[in-house]
C-alpha cells in the first residue's frame, strides 16, 4: 500500500509565506500535529518511509513513527517546489502581479518566473522518476510505504497516480499531518 503525507505546520505556514525550497523547521503547533497523526495512525502498518530531505517533513516523519522502527530514508526527489526569488513572501495574494500567484488560481496557465523557480514538467519528472524507480518496485514486493512530503510535491504525486489534468492540481491537496491511502 502506498501512503503519503504532508508535513505539520510551520512558522511560514502560519504567515502565509511561500515557502519552497527554504529549509523552514516544524514550529510546536506542527509538532503537535505530527504527534496526534502519531496516535491516528498507530495501527497502519509501514515497512519504509520516504521523506523529503527539507526540516519540516523529515522531523514529521520521525515524530509520526517514533519508536515504530520503520526506517526513515530522505530523497531530494520529495523536496518541495521551488518558487524561487518568490519564496518567503507573505500573502502572495496581496501583489496584484505576483507571477506565482497563477500556480495556485489557474495551475494549467503557469508560466515559470525567470528568477529561479521550477516548472511543473521538472516538479512531475522528478517525483514520477521517484514513483517508478523507488515507489512501484516496493508495491510489486507487497510493501506498505509511507511518502512524508509537501503540498505541491504531494499533488505531484496524487495527480500522476490519478492522471488529473493541471488545472485540477490542488485538488490533490492534503491537509497538514493527514494521512491519504493512495494504493
Known sequence: ????????????????????LTDIPLNDEGRHM???AREEIRDVPFDVCYSSP???ARETAE???????VPILTDDRLREMSFGVWEGVADSFRIPDCPVNVLFRA???????????ESF??????????LREVAEPLLAADKDVLIVGHGA???AIVSQLRDLPLAEFWSAGIENCKLMRLK
Open 107 to 117: 495551475p494549467e496557465k503557469y508560466v515559470v518566473p525567470v528568477e529561479g523557480g
Open 54 to 56: 527539507l526540516r519540516r
Open 34 to 36: 505530527a504527534e496526534r
Open 153 to 155: 510535491m504531494n499533488c
Open 1 to 20: 500500500m502506498l501512503y503519503i503525507m504532508r508535513h505539520g505546520k510551520t512558522d511560514w505556514n502560519a504567515a502565509h509565506r511561500l515557502q519552497g
Open 121 to 130: 514538467d521538472e516538479l512531475f519528472a522528478r517525483t514520477g522518476q521517484f
Open 63 to 69: 515524530i509520526v513513527l517514533r519508536g515504530r522502527g
